[in-house]
């Protein structure tokens, strides 16, 4: 599908942003590069990025790998609820919606029907991907987690419009392994990252609901595991 079909259906339904979320070690090479890059494109350039052990090799088995997924919601309220915090990482880009008409010449824009860890070998096309924007809009309500936004483009990137990110980082109240407060650390080097990419980038708490339970589950990380997201 093309960019501005999709648009026209996740408009329609009330999304007003996109959005991605990963580590910092992940989302610091993004902004060294100028965008939101696909794990194709860092791997293939020798960069950094944390293994996603559920995901990666399904997104390498079923021709993924060098796309860019976005959510049209902001998934950690839904993970804040259940799970905790966002299991993609604490840093959650936010692009304007605008930003799927301005994709290059070329791109592709699929949405999913589930998530691809649940995808099965021999599985017919039409059962993983909408196959037309009527379909799409027929199907899609706001607040379909597993409905994805999957993106190729020539580039298997996408460039952050006018070299500008903005950011919500989740604030643990927890301290990383060296004793530095997690949310300062993290603020810290994705601000270097993104001087090192030439993007401006504007960073600032996640603001979460009343009834959501990521600091409590943040508390209950072992160092390795706030380091492996916040360092």
Known sequence: MQGDEVYAVLERIGAERLHHANT?????????????ASRGFVEDRH?????????????????IWHDVFLDHVD??????????PNHYGPVLFMLNLDILLRLPTGSDVRVTKTNPVHWFNGQPEGDRWFQSPEELAANLA???????????TPSTMIPFPDKRAQIALDDPKKNVSCGEDAYSSASKRLMTAATAGNVKVVIAPHECRN?????????CYAPAGMDLWFT
């Open 75 to 84: 998934i950690h309220y839904r993970a804040g609820r259940v799970k905790g």
């Open 47 to 63: 960069l950094s990025q944390t293994a996603q052990l559920a995901s990666d090799e399904i997104d390498k088995r079923y021709g």
């Open 142 to 152: 706001f607040g379909n987690f597993e409905k994805m936004l999957v993106i190729r």
């Open 211 to 219: 009834d959501c339970t990521c600091v409590e589950k943040y508390a």
């Open 24 to 36: 910092v070690t992940t989302c610091c090479t993004f902004l060294e590069q100028g965008g939101l």
